[in-house]
């Protein structure tokens, strides 16, 4: 018989160890898949904000859409530049505001990066059937938004 808590059930029972460890799962599978593009799943998502709908953005209109501090923002910009996926200049729409653009670099990659971790995500969620992931897309969902700016 064994005492580890997770195999007998105890902790498994518990909603935020399997959220914790849900993540960490999920997280490993996406480190993997997207190893080849040279970028994280913060950056993908970044990146795919950028290329979602062609507007400009600032890094502080960026940090609020994607859920980061300021500073955090401008670490990761700055990592995204160096790697050549994005640049920072003037907006051509108003001269006063600075936004971050896609190179023609980033926007391939966010392509075929996002590609992976959509890939990534089914792999991880093909236990289920495909109405069970959906549901729990659609959960975790309202839980995001109903918990969200808390």
Known sequence: MTND??????????????????????????????GPY?????????????????EERSQHELAQLIGVDRTTMVAVVDE???KGLVERHRSERDRRRNVVVLTPA????????????????????????EASARALTRALRTLYAAHAGR
């Open 5 to 34: 808590p997770a195999q007998t059930g105890l902790l498994t029972q518990r909603l935020g160890y399997l959220v914790k460890h849900a993540h960490l799962q999920l997280a490993e599978r996406l480190a993997e898949a997207l």
């Open 38 to 54: 040279g970028v994280h799943p913060r950056e993908v998502g970044i990146l795919s904000v950028l290329a979602a709908d062609g």
């Open 80 to 82: 995204l530049e160096r």
């Open 106 to 129: 980033g926007v391939t990659c966010q392509r075929e990066a996002d590609r992976a971790r959509a890939e990534a995500e089914e792999a991880y969620l093909a236990p289920l059937d």
